[in-house]
């Protein structure tokens, strides 16, 4: 089993910069990758980025390119989203995720594990 819980979240406003953080604890050493995963009211849950436990390679959603960058530390197993010019349309819950088997980075099914989310709510 691996928990993972979510930290960083809040009331920004728009064009604010804000780092997510979520720490992995557990069978840790299982991990393939972590993602962050957002999902807004009435909306499907949508990937935002992720990167792999092992050579630290990175993916992200076309929509936050440019704007979000993920990185971890494996030595305290955390994995950090810091996201940067947030827009209204970044109002969402995020959640952090774990995979255990390599493959597809952005397919919300793929994962194994998830945290309880973190609200950020973008003013205008």
């Known amino acids: 089993q691996v928990q993972l819980v979510e930290s960083g979240g809040g009331l920004v406003q728009a064009g604010d910069s804000l780092r997510l953080s979520c720490a992995a604890s557990?069978?840790?050493?299982?991990?393939?990758?972590m993602g962050w995963f957002r999902q807004a009211p009435g909306k499907e849950r949508e990937f935002v980025a992720a990167?792999?436990?092992?050579?630290?390679?990175?993916y992200y959603a076309d929509s936050v390119k440019g704007r979000v960058t993920i990185s971890r530390d494996n030595a305290k197993n955390t994995v950090d989203l810091e996201m940067n010019s947030l827009k209204r349309e970044d109002t969402a819950i995020y959640y952090c995720?774990?995979?255990?088997?390599?493959?597809?980075?952005?397919?919300?099914?793929?994962?194994?594990?998830w945290g309880q989310g973190t609200q950020v709510t973008v003013s205008s």
């Open positions: 995720a774990a995979k255990l088997a390599s493959g597809s980075y952005s397919e919300a099914l793929d994962y194994d594990y």
């Open positions: 557990g069978r840790t050493f299982s991990i393939s990758a």
């Open positions: 990167i792999r436990w092992s050579g630290g390679s990175t």
